[in-house]
């Protein structure tokens, strides 16, 4: 019997450093992290609709985190799948019922566009 295996994203936060430039905006330093055993299903792919963009393409996935990672707040963070940075939708909360029959407890949505 083959067990699931999960592929290694890369996150990215951007923190603010709590400086500012000359123009009084804030320094942001980007703060990464190594997720071992994610398990990554891809989502919807469209084209877009809009006539601004008749060469644009969404494309979105699913990414299933694992219990053993320690949660932090996903929002406004990037994920790096397969060498192709994505970026998180909404602010992801894990399954902490202690009923989740898996290894992972958190989905998290991730989309990127193009054209």
Do not use: C
């Not at 992290?33 to 299903?41: M, P, Q, R």
């Not at 053993?68 to 790096?80: F, I, N, P």
């Amino acid at each position: 019997m083959s067990r699931l295996h999960g592929e290694q994203v890369t996150v990215t936060w951007r923190v603010d450093t709590g400086e500012r430039d000359g123009g009084n905006n804030p320094i942001w330093r980007e703060e990464p992290e190594t997720v071992d055993d994610v398990l990554v299903k891809p989502g919807a792919q469209d084209n877009a609709s809009d006539s601004t963009r008749p060469e644009g393409v969404t494309v979105a996935l699913t990414l299933a985190f694992p219990r053993l990672w320690t949660y932090r707040s996903l929002k406004g963070a990037l994920v790096d799948v397969r060498g192709h940075a994505y970026q998180v939708i909404g602010d992801p909360l894990p399954v902490d019922s202690g009923i989740t029959p898996t290894r992972w407890n958190l989905l998290v949505e991730v989309t990127d566009s193009e054209g």
